[in-house]
C-alpha cells in the first residue's frame, strides 16, 4: 500500500509540541479548532452529491461498535493509520471510548462529553461497526442541522446502511479527505485562507504530492431525516434523561420514531393527525414514522414498501393494528404528523423509541409525539440531512440501492432449489 | 316475562334452612356438591355440538368484566334473577368480585381461591363482560380437560367471542338450563337419579311446568386449546407464579401463546422447532402461536389467515419478523411446536402471554416455550375444548361466524360513500 | 340560482351568425380559436397551486361515462346551462357523444377526431362520470404536455378521483371559469389583450357584473404522470392501433401501466430493469408501475401501500408474484423502468394496459416496456401533469385526501358493530 | 445396483406370446386386466399412510412433461427398466405420448383415450417432470375417486410436489412396487388370490427371490382434493369441452380452482356463498379456491399462508380484491362454496380454471362455480384424495415439508450477505 511508504514522516504541526509530554493524553475537544463545513455538488450523471472540502478535515470523530472486543483492535489499526498518515488530524472519541482506548496510543487523543462541542468541532465521523453503530454516530448529532459525514466501515457482515469493508479503510479514508481537493481548487493555489494555520503545509499537498493519480471526489448519500418532539398534554414540551435531547427544539431521527405498548399486555390507542387533520385512531401495537432510510429496518417488517431514499417523504406503519384495512401511508415529507395517546389508554404508559433507543421518560394519556421531515435546504451550502459516504468503486451513478435489495435483504429470492 | 310470573316461590332446598343466618354471606364452594358433567352430541344439520345436562346445572360461576362499574350492576340483576327463578341454583363468584358484591345480595354466595375447587364444583360459567372476560374466565380452568360450559353476556359492543346480548340474558340463561331436559330424557321420567338429592323437585320440572314450550337444546361450540409449557435450558419446568399454572402440567390457551421482546428496544431471536425438526431461526419482535379462535385475535394483527374454529390447527404467525419472506403458517394440531431463545439474544428476557395475560416470569436464553394442541376426544363424553354456548336465534345450522366476519371484523368492506 | 337570471340573453359573438342555419350542427373544432394556456401559482397555504386564467376560458371539452343513460341527460342540462350562460363558450364533444347529442341542442356544437386538435384547442375538460371517465379524458391528452385542467363530476357514488357532485356543477363551473379574474388582473382593466376578440365584452365581466362576491381562484392538484413507450425486441418502438398513441413519442398513464399473463393460464416471467441495472427476475401473474395518484387503484389491490399524490415517485408492485419476499418498491419519479419480458416464456404474449385499457397489441417475448415518471417543470408555466380541479369548500389547505382516505376507501375501519 | 444382476430373465407371462409379432405396437389399455386397489395403512410413528398391495401392482401408467426432450429419454430409460426386471407389468402412456413413443420400444405398449379405461386400468401412476406434471397426472382421475398412487420425478430442479429426484428411480420404483409384500403378507403364502392369473409367479417372489434386505412400505401423503362442478343460472351443469368432465359429477383439483378476469381490463365482481350463506361481494381479479396442498401454489403468490397438507381444509384468496379488508379464510373441508358472477359484470365472461389449466368454456352472469372439499373416508379402503408416494430416505415421521419450506420456498431467507 503506497500510503505506507510516506513513513518516516515528520511530526509537524501543533502535535510536534505535546509529543512527549502529553502521549497516551485525553484531550479537551473544545480545545481543538472549529470544524470545516463541506458542500455538496450536484451532479450530472448521478443523484448522489458529490463532496468538496474547502481545506482538508482535521478533527475526525472515531465511533465503533460496543461490546465488540475485535471492533476494538480494527479501531486501534485504523486510528494509528490516520495518525501516522495525515497530517493536522486530531482523533476524537466517545468518552467511554476514549477512556478505554488511550492506554494503546503515542499520541493525544480527543474527547468530549457535551453534544455542542461533537457539533462545533468534527469535521467528519467514522464508524466501525454495524447499522447501529451508525445510528449512534447519527445520533451524536441529533439536534444538529449540520451533520459532518460519516463513512462507515462495516465489521463482519455488512449492514444495509454500512457502506464500505474495513479491508478498504486506507482508500476509503484518503478518498473522503481528499475529496475536493482537485484541479482549480482555489486553496491548492492559496495556502492562506482562514481555516488553515498560517505557514502549514495543508495535508492535501502532502498526501497529494506522493505521485498518486487525480482525485475523484466522494459520493454522498444525504439521508432525510425526521424531527421528533414529545409534548405533555399541556403541550409543553418533555425532555428525556437523555444528553441527546435539547430544552429547545427536536430532536432528528435517521431510521424512525415508534411508539409502541412495550410490555403491557394489552393494545395501544393512538390518535393520528396529518397535516393536522384527525386522520384515524390506531388501535395497534404501535405505529412507526419512519424516513425513506428507515423503510427497510423496522416498517419493512411490519409490512411497510421499501422506499428509495432519496424518495422525499415519511412513511406511516402502524405496528400490528386490529384492523383489516389499515394499510401503510407514505406522505410527502414536510408534512406534520401528529400521535396523540387516546384518554382511552386508561393510565397507561406506552414507550417512545428513535433510531432503536428508547426514551428513558414513557408517554402517557394526553401526550403526543410531533413528527415531521427535516427540511433539507438545496445549494451550494445543503442544510440538513445527514451525508453518508458511498462505496466509491461503484459505476458513477450507482447508489447502490439495487444491490443492497438483492445481496442484503434478498429482494424477491427466487424459489427452486440451486 | 313469562319466567317473572313463578314468583311468588317456595324458597325451597338447601337454601331454605340459611335464609335468616346466612345473608349476605360468603360460603367456600367446597361445600357444594360436585359438578355435574355434560354430553355433547353431534348433529347432522349443524356442525355445532348440542348440549346434554343429565340432571339440571347447581353451580354456576360468575365472572365478570373489572373495572366496570355498569358491568357490576347488571351482575347483580342477573344474579337476582338467577336466585329468584331458579331452584337449588347457587351462584359462585372469584373471591374479590364475591367480597365485592356479597352486600347486594339477600342470599349467601360461595366463592373459591383456588383453581382446583373451580373445577371440581363449577356446572357452568356465566361471563359477563367482553371477549377479555371470556379469555379470562377460561383461564380458570387453564389446567382443567373439562371445561364448563362457558354462557357469554356482551356489555356494551358485541365482541367476537361473546355470544350473547345482555338484554337477553332470561332467555338465554334458561336455555342453557334446560338443555337436554327434551322429551325421552330418561331424567324427567325417573326424578331419583344419583346427582338429585332425594326428594327434591329438580329445577327442570319446575321451570318447565310452567307452560312453556318444548325445549331446544343448547348449541354448542367446542373451541380447541392450546397446552403451552415454560422450560429452562436444563428441560425442567418453570412456573410462573400464576396460581393457574400447575407444576405438573401445561397451561392450556384459549387464544394463543405470544413470545415478545417486550420493552426490549432490540429484536428477539428465537428458533423454531416444528414437529421436532428445526425449522427456522426467526429475528422478530415475536412470535405467536395461535388456536383458530385467536386467528381474529393478535395474529389477525400481525397478518395472520382468519380460520374457521372448526379447523382443527394451529397457526404460526411471527410478529414483525425482519425477513421478507416469513409467510404464517397453519399446522395440523397435533403438532408439537417448540420456541427457543436463541444464544445470540445475549442475556435478554423475553416475555410471554397467554390470552393477553402477561406470565410475571420471562424467558431467558435457553428457555423453550413448548406448545401442543389440545387433543379433543370425541363421543359422548369429549374431553378438551372450551364449549361455548352459542346464540340460540340463528337457524339450525348457523354458527355465526360469517355473521362476525361482516359484523365485526368489516371484512371486505365496500369501498365507496355509503 | 343567481346565475339564472342572467336570461334572457343577447346572443353575441361569432354564434350570432349561425343560429338560423346551424342549430344543431356538429361544427369541426379545428375552427375554434387556438386553446388558452393557464398558468399555476403555488400557494404559501396550501400544496394545491392556484388556477390562473390569462383570458376566459372558451372551448370546453365534455366528455361522458358511457352506456349510461342518466348521465346522457345530466349532460344535456350541463350542456344547456353553459351555452345560457357563458358568453363564446363553444362545447367540444367526442365524435360518438356529438353525434348522439347533437339533435337535443338548439346550438352547434363542436367534435374533433384527431387527438392534436383536443391538444391544440380545448381550453379546460369537464367530466361526468366515475374515475374511469377522468382516465379515458386524462387518456385523450396521453401524447401532450399540456393537459388542460378537468373539472370533474362524479354522478352517482363518489369516486377517489372525482372531485364534485354533479348537484353542484354550476357553482362549480363558474368557479373554475373565473379562476384568476380577481381583482389586481391586467385583463379585467384592458379588455382588449390579444385572446380577446376585438371590441367583446369578456364572459368574465358580463358574469361578474351580477353582483356575485369576490372570486377564490380554484385549486389544482397536478397529478404526475407516467410516459410508457413499448419497444420490440430490436429496440424499435411498436404502436399499437390506438389513436393516442404516436409514432415520435410515449403515451402518458395517469394511474399505471400494467403488463400481465392475461389469458394465459401460466406465470409471465419478467426481468426488470432499475434505473438501467437489472434489479430481478419477476415471476407472476403481471408488474404494475404506478404513479401516486395509482396507488388507490390497482396498486393497493396488488398490496401496495398508499402514497399522497403529491409525493414525487413511481410504484413497482408485482401482481402475484410467485415469491415471498417481492415487496412493492417505491422509486424516484425520475428513475426509468424497463420491463422485458424474459426468453423463457416460450413464445407466449402477455398484454399491456394503460390505465386500466388493453392495448391492442400484446408484447412478446424480448420485447420492452420502457417507463418513466414525467417531468414537471415549476414555475408560473407548469409543463407536465393532470391538473386537477379540486373541490372549492374544504379548507385553504386541504387536499381532501384524508377524507378520501376514510370516507371512500374505509381506511382503518374500526371493528365492531356501529 | 443389485436389480441389474437379475437380467437376464426369463419373459414369463402373457407378454411372452406376444413378443415376436406385437412390438412396437400400441395396445388398448381395455385389453388389461383390471386394476389393483391398494389399502393404506395409519402408523403410529408417522401421519403419513402406509401403501399396502394386496397383490403386486401390473399397469402402470407413465406420464411426462410436455415439450421437453431430455424428459423423452429418460421416460425411455426408465420405461426399459420396468419391461426388463418386472414381470407382468404393462406400461401404459396417454395417447400422443404413445404414438411418439413406441417405436423406442421392442415391446408392446398400452394407452388409452378415455379418462374410463385409465380409472378402472390403472394401478399406479409415474410421471417425469415437474408439479404441472403431476397435475397433469392427478387430472386424468379428476372424476375418481380412487385415484392410483402417484410416485413423482422430478426432471432438472426439485419441485414442490415431486418428490424424487430422477437418478433414484430405480430404487424408488422397487420400493413402491414391494410395498405391502412384507413378512406376514397372507398373499405371500398363498399366491392364488383373485388378482393373481392362476399359476402365476408373482412379481414379488421373482423380485424378492434375490436376496434384497426386507421391505419398507412405502410411505403415502394422501392429498385432499376440491370438487368442482359448474351451474349455469337456471342450476344446470355445464360442461366444458374437456374429456376429464362428466356430465354427472364434479371434477376433482388438486391444487385450486381459480374465476378470474383474464383478459377484460376490468373488475370480476363475484358474490361469494359459504356454507349456504351469503359472505361477500368480491370485487376483484379473481377468486382461488385451493387445497392445502395448493396453498404453495397460486394462493401464496395471492398473499395466503402456508398451509400443511394435513390440515383439512379449503383455503379462500381473494387475487387483488379491490379492498383493504379482503383477509384470506380458511374453512372446514366439508364447507360447500359458491362463486356466483354478479349482474353486475355486464355481460363480461371470466374465466374458470382448474389447477392451471382454463376451462374452454367461460362463466357468464349467473352462472356459478360450486366448490367443496372432497371426503376422504378413512379406514383400511380410504376413499378419495391423491396418494403421492413420499420419498424414502428421510426419518420414519418425516413428512418432508419443513425441508420444502426451506429448500424450494425460501422461507424466512435470513438477511445479509452468507
Ligand atoms: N396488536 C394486537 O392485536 C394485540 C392483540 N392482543 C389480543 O388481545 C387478547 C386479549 O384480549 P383482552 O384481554 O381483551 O385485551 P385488549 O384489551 O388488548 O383487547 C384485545 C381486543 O381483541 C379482541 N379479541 C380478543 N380475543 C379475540 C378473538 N379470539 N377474536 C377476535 N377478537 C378478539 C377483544 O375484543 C379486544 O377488542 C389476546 O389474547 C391477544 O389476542 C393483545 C395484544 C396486542
Ligand atoms: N421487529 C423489528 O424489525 C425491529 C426493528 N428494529 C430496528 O432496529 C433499528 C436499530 O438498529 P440496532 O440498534 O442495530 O438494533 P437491533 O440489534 O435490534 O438490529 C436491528 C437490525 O436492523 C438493521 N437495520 C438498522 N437500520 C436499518 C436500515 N435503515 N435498513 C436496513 N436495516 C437496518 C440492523 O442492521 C440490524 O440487523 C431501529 O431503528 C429499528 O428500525 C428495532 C426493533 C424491532
Ligand atoms: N401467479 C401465480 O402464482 C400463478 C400460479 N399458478 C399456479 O400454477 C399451477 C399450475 O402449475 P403449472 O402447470 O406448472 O404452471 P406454471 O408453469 O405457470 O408454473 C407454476 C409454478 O407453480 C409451481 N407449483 C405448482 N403447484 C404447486 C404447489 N402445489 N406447491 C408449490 N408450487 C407449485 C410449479 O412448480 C411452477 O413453478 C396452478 O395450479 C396454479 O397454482 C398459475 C397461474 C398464476
Ligand atoms: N384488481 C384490480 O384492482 C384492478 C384494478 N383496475 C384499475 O382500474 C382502473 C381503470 O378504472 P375503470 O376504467 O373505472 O375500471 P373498472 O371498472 O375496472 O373500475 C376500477 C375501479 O377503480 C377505481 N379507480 C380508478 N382509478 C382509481 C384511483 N386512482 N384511485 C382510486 N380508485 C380508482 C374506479 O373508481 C373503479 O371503482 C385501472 O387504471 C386500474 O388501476 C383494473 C383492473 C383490475
Redesign the interface.
Known amino acids: 500500500m503506497i500510503l505506507r511508504c510516506l513513513q518516516p514522516r515528520l511530526a509537524l504541526g501543533r502535535r510536534a509540541f505535546s509529543t512527549t509530554v502529553s502521549r497516551r493524553e485525553i484531550l479537551d475537544a473544545e480545545s481543538l479548532p472549529n470544524r470545516i463545513i463541506p458542500t455538496y455538488q450536484e451532479s450530472q450523471t448521478s443523484?448522489l452529491l458529490s463532496l468538496q472540502w474547502p481545506s482538508p478535515p482535521r478533527n475526525i470523530l472515531l465511533v465503533k461498535k460496543k461490546h465488540a472486543p475485535n471492533v476494538t483492535e480494527s479501531l486501534i489499526e485504523f486510528a494509528r493509520h490516520i495518525h501516522s498518515n495525515y497530517d493536522d488530524v486530531a482523533l476524537i472519541f466517545e468518552p467511554k471510548v476514549a477512556a478505554q482506548m488511550h492506554k494503546h496510543f503515542s499520541f493525544p487523543i480527543y474527547t468530549s462529553s457535551t453534544s455542542h462541542a461533537l457539533s462545533s468541532k468534527v469535521d467528519m465521523t467514522t464508524t466501525l461497526g454495524g447499522d447501529g453503530t451508525i445510528l449512534h454516530a447519527s445520533s451524536l448529532f441529533a439536534t444538529t442541522l449540520h451533520v459532518p459525514p460519516i463513512l462507515s466501515f462495516s465489521m463482519g457482515?455488512?449492514g444495509f446502511l454500512g457502506e464500505w469493508k474495513f479491508e478498504e479503510y486506507k482508500r476509503a479514508f484518503r478518498e473522503v479527505y481528499m475529496s475536493g481537493a482537485g484541479a482549480g481548487s482555489p486553496l491548492l493555489q492559496d495556502q492562506k485562507h482562514p481555516h488553515v494555520k498560517e505557514g502549514a503545509v495543508t495535508g492535501w499537498s502532502s498526501v497529494r504530492g506522493k505521485s498518486m493519480g487525480p482525485t475523484r471526489s466522494s459520493k454522498v448519500l444525504l439521508r432525510n431525516r425526521l424531527k421528533v418532539g414529545v409534548f405533555d398534554a399541556a403541550g409543553q414540551r418533555v425532555i428525556g434523561d437523555d444528553s441527546s435531547e435539547s430544552a429547545e427544539g427536536d430532536v432528528h431521527a435517521m431510521n424512525e420514531v415508534i411508539i409502541h405498548r412495550?410490555?403491557e399486555?394489552?393494545l395501544a390507542i393512538i390518535d393520528i393527525y396529518?397535516?393536522?387533520?384527525?386522520?384515524?385512531?390506531?388501535?395497534?401495537?404501535g405505529m412507526i414514522i419512519s424516513t425513506?432510510t428507515g423503510?427497510t429496518a423496522?416498517s419493512?417488517?411490519?409490512?411497510?414498501?421499501?422506499?428509495?431514499p432519496?424518495?422525499?417523504?415519511l412513511?406511516m406503519t402502524?405496528?400490528?393494528?386490529?384492523?383489516?384495512?389499515?394499510?401503510?401511508?407514505?406522505?410527502?415529507a414536510n408534512?406534520p404528523i401528529t400521535l396523540r395517546l387516546s384518554e382511552k389508554n386508561r393510565g397507561r404508559e406506552l414507550?417512545v423509541?428513535i433510531d432503536?433507543?428508547?426514551r428513558s421518560v414513557g408517554v402517557g394519556v394526553g401526550m403526543e409525539v410531533r413528527v415531521n421531515g427535516e427540511h433539507i435546504s438545496r445549494g451550494q451550502a445543503w442544510v440538513g440531512g445527514v451525508p453518508c459516504v458511498m462505496r466509491g468503486t461503484r459505476a458513477e451513478?450507482?447508489d447502490g440501492w439495487?444491490g443492497g435489495?438483492?445481496?442484503?435483504?434478498?429482494?424477491?429470492?427466487?424459489?427452486?432449489?440451486q
Chains 1, 2, 3, 4 share one sequence.
Open positions: 443523484d457482515s455488512l412495550g410490555k399486555a394489552h396529518v397535516g393536522g387533520r384527525f386522520l384515524t385512531e390506531a388501535v395497534a401495537d425513506p423503510s423496522y419493512l417488517s411490519s409490512g411497510g414498501s421499501i422506499i428509495h432519496l424518495v422525499s417523504s412513511l402502524p405496528i400490528c393494528p386490529r384492523s383489516l384495512s389499515f394499510r401503510p401511508l407514505i406522505l410527502p408534512t414507550e423509541s432503536g433507543r428508547r451513478d450507482d439495487v435489495l438483492n445481496g442484503l435483504l434478498k429482494f424477491n429470492y427466487p424459489f427452486g432449489e
